[in-house]
């Protein structure tokens, strides 16, 4: 029996966070196989991410709050072990989708455990690892999807219709990463982690992220004129507003008193933003299949 600490640890729910990637790669596919799409689903949120999540946490050893966990148990080598079996099943399963998914699910395992892992530890170096972060979760992850439920070549994923809503999560991600680390500062500092919410600052984490999402926010106008409606961005902005409210009123608090970035705010902002980008991209997606 795996044990309760392994369990919290690998943070299956925290997977909800990415989903929207995945999510926008069925929208905008233009012929997705059901059962590839719900293997990838499978792959991706029970095994790759958990096993990240394990694996980065076996390595870490928090003692404060980490995403989806505000109060971490104690690890144990159990945790190390699960981590490394889930990635086996990863890749075991990824072999019925294709030799380009299944090199895609091992490259983004490595790289995610170089995050934390001791000998190399990316996680303390912070433009490198928001890059890193950034790409793989974001454009690699939806290339990744696309291909496999699309069954495409590599040339295919070269397409500007594939590209720009690939770099577009990059850029969601890039913009919400130091978020998710702006109530870390204390336990990444114990650990001599230089991440790059604690490099910006707390007020230069969130004037970071509010400049990104305006960015974002352009791309993903451009992105829905050219390619589909322009309407299609009004229900992005509709889908964003209660996380972009919380965002603001959260915002004002910090400004005046720096508790106020603490994990329960991080973890509503998350919440709500992923509720708003998942909602979205099923909207949109189910338009577009409509209309084609």
């Given at each position: 029996?795996?044990?309760?600490?392994?369990?919290?640890?690998?943070?299956?729910?925290?997977?909800?966070?990415?989903?929207?990637?995945?999510?926008?790669?069925?929208?905008?596919?233009?012929?997705?196989?059901?059962?590839?799409?719900?293997?990838?689903?499978?792959?991706?949120?029970?095994?790759?991410?958990?096993?990240?999540?394990?694996?980065?946490?076996?390595?870490?050893?928090?003692?404060?709050?980490?995403?989806?966990?505000?109060?971490?148990?104690?690890?144990?080598?159990?945790?190390?072990?699960?981590?490394?079996?889930?990635?086996?099943?990863?890749?075991?399963?990824?072999?019925?989708?294709?030799?380009?998914?299944?090199?895609?699910?091992?490259?983004?395992?490595?790289?995610?455990?170089?995050?934390?892992?001791?000998?190399?530890?990316?996680?303390?170096?912070?433009?490198?690892?928001?890059?890193?972060?950034?790409?793989?979760?974001?454009?690699f992850t939806f290339l990744?999807?696309?291909?496999?439920?699309?069954?495409l070549s590599l040339e295919?994923?070269?397409?500007?219709?594939?590209?720009?809503?690939?770099?577009?999560?990059?850029?969601?991600?890039?913009?919400?990463?130091?978020?998710?680390?702006?109530?870390?500062?204390?336990?990444?500092?114990?650990?001599?982690?230089?991440?790059?919410?604690?490099?910006?600052?707390?007020?230069?984490?969130?004037?970071?992220?509010?400049?990104?999402?305006?960015?974002?926010?352009?791309?993903?106008?451009?992105?829905?004129?050219?390619?589909?409606e322009g309407m299609y961005?009004?229900?992005?902005?509709?889908?964003?507003?209660?996380?972009?409210?919380?965002?603001?009123?959260?915002?004002?608090?910090?400004?005046?008193?720096?508790?106020?970035?603490?994990?329960?705010?991080?973890?509503?902002?998350?919440?709500?933003?992923?509720?708003?980008?998942?909602?979205?991209?099923?909207?949109?997606?189910?338009?577009?299949?409509?209309?084609?």
């Amino acid at each position: 029996m795996i044990s309760r600490s392994t369990w919290l640890h690998l943070r299956i729910p925290f997977s909800f966070f990415l989903l929207p990637i995945f999510i926008f790669a069925v929208s905008v596919s233009p012929h997705p196989s059901i059962w590839k799409t719900l293997l990838v689903f499978f792959i991706l949120h029970f095994l790759l991410y958990p096993a990240s999540n394990g694996y980065n946490s076996y390595y870490d050893k928090d003692e404060d709050s980490i995403g989806g966990l505000e109060k971490p148990p104690p690890v144990s080598k159990e945790l190390w072990y699960v981590s490394l079996i889930l990635d086996g099943i990863a890749l075991l399963a990824g072999i019925f989708l294709g030799w380009i998914f299944v090199t895609g699910l091992f490259v983004y395992g490595l790289i995610s455990k170089l995050y934390s892992y001791d000998k190399v530890r990316l996680k303390k170096y912070p433009i490198l690892s928001w890059i890193l972060a950034s790409f793989f979760q974001g454009a690699f992850t939806f290339l990744m999807t696309y291909q496999a439920i699309n069954a495409l070549s590599l040339e295919a994923l070269t397409d500007s219709a594939v590209i720009i809503p690939a770099l577009l999560s990059t850029a969601f991600l890039g913009g919400s990463y130091p978020m998710t680390q702006v109530y870390q500062h204390a336990e990444d500092a114990r650990r001599g982690d230089m991440t790059l919410s604690r490099l910006l600052g707390i007020r230069g984490t969130f004037i970071f992220a509010a400049v990104a999402f305006q960015l974002t926010s352009l791309g993903f106008w451009y992105y829905f004129q050219t390619y589909y409606e322009g309407m299609y961005f009004v229900w992005f902005i509709l889908c964003l507003a209660p996380g972009l409210v919380h965002f603001l009123v959260w915002t004002v608090k910090v400004w005046k008193d720096k508790k106020f970035a603490d994990f329960r705010s991080t973890m509503r902002l998350n919440w709500l933003t992923a509720t708003g980008m998942n909602l979205f991209f099923i909207i949109i997606g189910i338009l577009i299949h409509i209309k084609s």
